[in-house]
């Protein structure tokens, strides 16, 4: 659309958020960027996901119109005695539009909620699969670094013989040393060798793997029971949806027997609304205290992990 010259109304209109939201829908921000930045492109990906599945709702609200549009556009109404052929063919098909959306609207929008929930929980694996990597070496180079300041301070001269012996390789020398005492402490079951991806279910499919980057769960900050209950739902939902045809099997209820509350085996799969601001908000939540502990409060806002359920778009 053309820009409108207006000091209230349009873009002029929007707070920060708002505004950041529809630059993103022009233009991907992922899309300027190399990889290195997983905290920004799980961000953008859940964005993306969410602005698309509002948008295809608002789009079946406004086709459920479709009969009064095509009236109002033709200058007819449907019950006419004497509409024209042409007229009653764009009627039918205007209705036939309107009836489908209803139905969708009425059965919860399950495909939308469904697409959208396995796109969001993609994003999530990524997001720890490269951050662990990622976190891992700014560890090292850190450590590293503050060590060499430690050293200036404590032996002067002898630093001062280093720097001017100083080459790429004797930093990655001291980098070495640094990385087998960041594996030394480490816990038995991460160290070297360990694998960065993700695995199971539950907060425990990525605490292991966060774990290799001293990133792991917290005392002060436990993942609350109920959060990893719908983590552990949701991945075996995700099984079943790409890989069941959206039927509930056994080996799903074996790993999160929560789903029988609402199921049986067997069952087709359709997420409704509010299921999806559930597993929603659990996939957010979930993403955005793995940011929390490893940028801290400082730069990422303080949220009560009590309340994750409340962690949820306006509107969905």
């Given at each position: 659309m053309e820009p409108i010259d207006s000091d209230w109304f349009g873009e002029a209109a929007l707070g920060d958020a708002a505004r950041e939201e529809l630059e993103w829908a022009r233009s991907d921000p992922r899309t300027g960027r190399g990889p290195g930045a997983p905290f920004g492109d799980f961000l953008a990906?859940?964005?993306?996901?969410e602005r698309l599945r509002s948008l295809s709702?608002?789009?079946?609200?406004?086709?459920?119109?479709?009969?009064?549009?095509?009236e109002a556009k033709l200058g007819v109404r449907c019950d006419d005695p004497d509409l024209a052929p042409a007229a009653k063919a764009a009627l039918q098909a205007a209705w036939e539009r309107a009836e489908l959306a209803s139905a969708e609207l009425d059965n919860d929008l399950p495909?939308?909620?469904?697409?959208?929930?396995?796109?969001m929980y993609g994003a999530l694996d990524a997001l720890v699969e490269q951050l662990v990597p990622v976190a891992r070496d700014l560890w090292v180079k850190l450590q590293t670094r503050s060590t060499m300041k430690r050293a200036e301070l404590e032996s002067p001269e002898v630093t001062e013989q280093l720097k001017a012996q100083?080459?790429?390789?004797?930093?990655?020398?001291?980098e070495s040393i640094v990385a087998e005492h960041f594996h030394a402490i480490l816990p038995p079951d991460t160290k070297r060798g360990a694998e960065s991806r993700v695995r199971g279910a539950?907060?425990?499919?990525?605490?292991?793997?966060?774990?290799?980057a001293l990133l792991g769960e917290r005392a002060d900050r436990p993942v609350p029971a109920d959060l990893d209950e719908a983590l552990r739902e949701i991945a075996n939902l995700r099984n079943v949806l790409v890989h069941r045809a959206g039927r509930?099997?056994?080996e799903a209820i074996r790993d999160a027997s929560s789903l029988t509350v609402r199921r049986n085996e067997g069952d087709l799969v359709r997420i409704t609304q509010s299921e999806f601001r559930r597993y929603s908000a659990a996939i957010r939540t979930?993403?955005?205290?793995i940011a929390?502990?490893?940028?801290?409060?400082?730069?990422?806002?303080?949220?009560?992990?009590?309340?994750?359920?409340?962690?949820r778009l306006l509107g969905s």
């Open positions: 990906a859940v964005a993306e996901a709702e608002w789009g079946l609200l406004e086709l459920t119109r479709s009969v009064d549009r095509e495909y939308l909620n469904g697409v959208t929930l396995v796109s100083s080459t790429e390789q004797q930093w990655a020398n001291i539950g907060a425990a499919r990525y605490e292991t793997a966060l774990a290799h509930l099997d056994a979930y993403g955005q205290e929390y502990r490893l940028l801290g409060p400082e730069l990422v806002p303080w949220h009560d992990l009590a309340r994750w359920r409340d962690n």
